[in-house]
């Protein structure tokens, strides 16, 4: 089966369903192959914060009633030190710039559901997806069916939004893209349990090691522990994990009922340029960031909105330096960004257990984290990344 469009769109995550419904609102017309079932991807438990300048791009679409409805703003931030609680106003620290708390699933959830409603071309369990002449005027995708049936789309652009393990960087000749890696050497394990949501986002520092609690609804809670590598946490029984999340949040009556366990790979991954020909890379398949700092999510929503921009320039008025410049402008993003987590990072496990910082490294991050708290300066620039970078 022959087909065209426009715009195709690999993968149906936040980078891809947040580029196909602004695309809609513009008349441009896309398909969006996604190689999961719908139930997969509407459930997938990830990031849960929308940052104040993600927040924006869906209200300047006209999209906030269908994504941000009931969606409760982050004020402040708990970062407990040896038991000790210490706040961060971020609202009012970065001059009345929010985040908000958005659980990855319910973000994607409503975006499917809007577009669909808009009469998108949404596409699940496409299986064998294969990009061709990438480098000419007239690319093609190439996938098949649950039913066995071969398709052939011809498009004008290519969005690579499947994520880093995904068929469209891997479309791209080696030699054509540069490569930056690094490896944190922090074990993080993560659980989702039916637990109290605390009111705040929390982050635990002691000697026992870092921890971490974020709500994820009421009645949901999401929990991160600091584990040395060699070890599985996740076959740790339940009761040692609450265990260790009681002695290292300071919260003795902490109880609830563990449904998903994973560990967090603590890795950073950044390619350059994040475009080949008419094939434009957006979030997970361009970069990967650890998770302090909730920044993940928010690259895939920014790097969205600029490829979207670019290509409503390019298709309404043939204007198409946008697209020219849409790598160099999400890099710079995405390195302010990697340098924010990174410095949060270190910061926080540093400041905590000394075993493998040593002494001298955990007293500069004690001193570090203490500044937040005694400097107004530091404290507004802090809030000022969390609030999220516009340029």
Same mark, same amino acid.
């Given at each position: 089966?022959?087909?065209?469009?426009?715009?195709?769109?690999?993968?149906?995550?936040?980078?891809?369903?947040?580029?196909?419904?602004?695309?809609?609102?513009?008349?441009?017309?896309?398909?969006?192959?996604?190689?999961?079932?719908?139930?997969?991807?509407?459930?997938?438990?990830?990031?849960?914060?929308?940052?104040?300048?993600?927040?924006?791009?869906?209200?300047?679409?006209?999209?906030?009633?269908?994504?941000?409805?009931?969606?409760?703003?982050?004020?402040?931030?708990?970062?407990?030190?040896?038991?000790?609680?210490?706040? @961060?106003?971020?609202?009012?620290?970065?001059?009345?710039?929010?985040?908000?708390?958005?659980?990855?699933?319910?973000?994607?959830?409503?975006?499917?559901?809007?577009?669909?409603?808009?009469?998108?071309?949404?596409?699940?369990?496409?299986?064998?997806?294969?990009?061709?002449?990438?480098?000419?005027?007239?690319?093609?995708?190439?996938?098949?069916?649950?039913?066995?049936?071969?398709?052939?789309?011809?498009?004008?652009?290519?969005?690579?939004?499947?994520?880093?393990?995904?068929?469209?960087?891997?479309?791209?000749?080696?030699?054509?893209?540069?490569?930056?890696?690094?490896?944190?050497?922090?074990?993080?394990?993560?659980?989702?349990?039916?637990?109290?949501?605390?009111?705040?986002?929390?982050?635990?520092?002691?000697?026992?090691?870092?921890?971490?609690?974020?709500?994820?609804?009421?009645?949901?809670?999401?929990?991160?522990?600091?584990?040395?590598?060699?070890?599985?946490?996740?076959?740790?029984?339940?009761?040692?994990?609450?265990?260790?999340?009681?002695?290292? @949040?300071?919260?003795?009556?902490?109880?609830?009922?563990?449904?998903?366990?994973?560990?967090?790979?603590?890795?950073?991954?950044?390619?350059?340029?994040?475009?080949?020909?008419?094939?434009?890379?957006?979030?997970?398949?361009?970069?990967?960031?650890?998770?302090?700092?909730?920044?993940?999510?928010?690259?895939?929503?920014?790097?969205?909105?600029?490829?979207?921009?670019?290509?409503?320039?390019?298709?309404?008025?043939?204007?198409?330096?946008?697209?020219?410049?849409?790598?160099?402008?999400?890099?710079?993003?995405?390195?302010?960004?990697?340098?924010?987590?990174?410095?949060?990072?270190?910061?926080?496990?540093?400041?905590?257990?000394?075993?493998?910082?040593?002494?001298?490294?955990?007293?500069?991050?004690?001193?570090?984290?203490?500044?937040?708290?005694?400097?107004?300066?530091?404290?507004?620039?802090?809030?000022?990344?969390?609030?999220?970078?516009?340029?």
């Amino acid at each position: 089966m022959r087909e065209t469009t426009r715009v195709a769109i690999i993968g149906a995550g936040p980078a891809g369903i947040t580029l196909a419904n602004l695309l809609q609102r513009n008349g441009i017309e896309t398909v969006v192959l996604e190689v999961r079932g719908r139930s997969y991807v509407e459930e997938r438990q990830r990031a849960g914060v929308l940052d104040h300048y993600g927040g924006r791009i869906f209200e300047e679409a006209g999209l906030a009633g269908e994504v941000l409805a009931g969606v409760p703003d982050q004020t402040l931030l708990e970062i407990r030190t040896d038991g000790e609680p210490r706040f @961060l106003d971020l609202r009012a620290l970065s001059g009345g710039r929010s985040s908000r708390m958005v659980p990855q699933q319910l973000l994607v959830r409503r975006l499917l559901a809007t577009y669909l409603a808009g009469g998108g071309d949404l596409r699940f369990e496409a299986l064998d997806v294969a990009l061709h002449d990438l480098d000419g005027d007239t690319p093609r995708v190439t996938y098949r069916d649950p039913d066995g049936t071969e398709h052939e789309i011809a498009c004008a652009y290519v969005a690579g939004c499947d994520g880093f393990h995904g068929v469209s960087r891997r479309s791209i000749p080696e030699e054509a893209l540069a490569t930056y890696t690094f490896d944190h050497g922090i074990g993080w394990y993560t659980v989702l349990a039916d637990s109290p949501a605390p009111s705040y986002p929390l982050f635990a520092v002691s000697e026992h090691g870092l921890a971490a609690h974020f709500p994820r609804g009421p009645r949901a809670s999401r929990f991160y522990l600091q584990y040395r590598a060699g070890d599985d946490p996740r076959k740790w029984p339940d009761e040692d994990t609450w265990q260790q999340l009681r002695l290292r @949040l300071g919260s003795p009556d902490l109880a609830g009922t563990i449904t998903d366990r994973e560990i967090v790979e603590m890795r950073s991954f950044v390619v350059e340029p994040m475009e080949f020909g008419r094939l434009f890379l957006v979030g997970d398949a361009a970069h990967i960031i650890t998770p302090l700092g909730a920044k993940g999510m928010n690259l895939a929503v920014s790097d969205a909105h600029m490829l979207a921009e670019a290509l409503i320039g390019a298709e309404r008025g043939g204007d198409r330096s946008a697209l020219a410049g849409y790598s160099a402008a999400c890099l710079r993003r995405t390195w302010d960004y990697q340098e924010f987590s990174r410095w949060f990072s270190e910061m926080l496990h540093d400041a905590g257990d000394d075993t493998d910082a040593g002494p001298f490294r955990r007293r500069l991050a004690r001193a570090r984290m203490d500044r937040l708290f005694s400097s107004p300066p530091a404290a507004a620039a802090f809030a000022d990344m969390m609030a999220g970078t516009t340029y």
